[in-house]
T-cell receptor, first 118, second 109 residues
Framework: DAGVTQSPTHLIKTRGQQVTLRCSPK?????VSWYQQALGQGPQFIFQ???????QRGNFPDRFSGHQFPNYSSELNVNALLLGDSALYLC?????????????????FGEGSRLTVL | DAKTTQPTSMDCAEGRAANLPCNHS???????VYWYRQIHSQGPQYIIH???NNETNEMASLIITEDRKSSTLILPHATLRDTAVYYC??????????FGAGTTVTVRA
C-alpha cells in the first residue's frame, strides 16, 4: 500500500518564477492538506482540499493556490516566488471529515518537496 | 487559536521511559490534542491523540490532566530510533493542525 507520494523531491527556482508541486494521497484517502515548513520551524498549514474544493485555508497569500483532481491527487502552485518561500512543502492525506466521525483524525504525511528560491 | 508550550529539548537514556510535557492551557473544550513526531528529513508521523481520557496505543501513552490544561506523552521504552522532534498540537479545524516548535528529543545509548 503506497503512502503519500510527492514530487519533485527537490527543486531550485529563482525569484519571480512559478512552481507546481504534486501530491498523491494514500490509497483510500480523499482529503489533501498542504503545509509549509521553513528551516528550523514547525509545519504551517496552507490549505486543504476535499471533493475538489478548498475546504480550509491558513494565513497564506493568494500567490499560493491549489487544485484537487477527481482521483484525489493534488497540486500546490506558488506564483511570483520570493526568497522567503524557500521551505519544505509537505502534503498530508486523510479520510473524509473527522468531525463527522469518518476517521480517527490521523494525518499521513509525505516526505515533502524541498524548494529553494534563489 | 489554542497555543502550546513545550520544552525546547530533552535527553533520554535508551531503554528508559521518556516523558514529554506539554502545556495547552488555552485549549477549548472540543479541541483534541494531537502528538506527532518528525525524524530528520522525513515528514511528520502521527503518534496519538486525545480529548479528555488517557489514551494508549502501540507507540505511546497520552496522559491528559483533568482540567485539560496540560498533557504528557510517554514513550515507554525509548530507542535510538525515537530521536526526533515531538510536536504537541491542538486541532484548529477538521484536520487543520497548528504546529509549534516542538521538543527535540535525543535518545542516548
Amino acid at each position: 500500500d503506497a503512502g503519500v507520494t510527492q514530487s519533485p523531491t527537490h527543486l531550485i527556482k529563482t525569484r519571480g518564477q512559478q512552481v507546481t508541486l504534486r501530491c498523491s494521497p494514500k490509497s483510500g484517502h480523499d482529503t489533501v492538506s498542504w503545509y509549509q515548513q521553513a528551516l528550523g520551524q514547525g509545519p504551517q498549514f496552507i490549505f486543504q482540499y476535499y471533493e475538489e474544493e478548498e475546504r480550509q485555508r491558513g494565513n497564506f497569500p493568494d500567490r499560493f493556490s491549489g487544485h484537487q483532481f477527481p482521483n484525489y491527487s493534488s497540486e500546490l502552485n506558488v506564483n511570483a516566488l520570493l526568497l522567503g518561500d524557500s521551505a519544505l512543502y509537505l502534503c498530508a492525506s486523510s479520510l473524509g471529515s473527522r468531525f463527522a466521525g469518518e476517521s480517527t483524525g490521523e494525518l499521513f504525511f509525505g516526505e515533502g518537496s524541498r524548494l529553494t528560491v534563489l | 487559536d489554542a497555543k502550546t508550550t513545550q520544552p525546547t529539548s530533552m535527553d533520554c537514556a535508551e531503554g528508559r521511559a521518556a516523558n514529554l510535557p506539554c502545556n495547552h492551557s488555552t485549549i477549548s473544550g472540543n479541541e483534541y490534542v494531537y502528538w506527532y513526531r518528525q525524524i530528520h528529513s522525513q515528514g511528520p508521523q502521527y503518534i496519538i491523540h486525545g480529548l479528555k481520557n488517557n489514551e494508549t496505543n502501540e507507540m505511546a501513552s497520552l496522559i491528559i490532566t483533568e482540567d485539560r490544561k496540560s498533557s504528557t506523552l510517554i514513550l515507554p521504552h525509548a530507542t535510538l530510533r525515537d530521536t526526533a522532534v515531538y510536536y504537541c498540537i491542538p486541532e484548529l479545524g477538521d484536520y487543520k493542525l497548528s504546529f509549534g516548535a516542538g521538543t527535540t528529543v535525543t535518545v542516548r545509548a
